[in-house]
């Protein structure tokens, strides 16, 4: 099944539940997203450049490809668990050793 590309740049989703949503690919660039509850969210190579993600939970969200660049998030610098972000604000699957 092939899916069109979900574009909602500027929207305001803050607070929204957003849990278990296919948002994989899609346009989220400036997207208001403050405090919205994405886990377990498909959030992979979604164009979140410019979003705010600030008390956002991203908890067992997948970020694989995500572009960041520009994105707003309280305590950003603070780890997510089991992502690491590249210089360029692409997040990837960090790897875990034993």
Do not use: H, K
């Amino acid at each position: 099944m092939i899916y069109p590309t979900l574009t909602i740049r500027r929207a305001d989703l803050s607070g929204a539940d957003l849990r278990w949503a296919y948002l994989s690919g899609a346009d989220l660039r400036g997207a208001d997203l403050r405090g919205a509850d994405l886990r377990w969210a498909d959030l992979s190579g979604a164009d979140l450049s410019g979003a705010d993600l600030s008390w956002a939970d991203l908890r067992w969200a997948d970020l694989s490809g995500a572009d960041l660049r520009g994105a707003y998030r309280y305590s950003f610098d603070a780890p997510v668990e089991g992502w690491t972000r590249s210089s360029d604000g692409v997040l990837a699957r960090a790897e875990v050793s034993p």
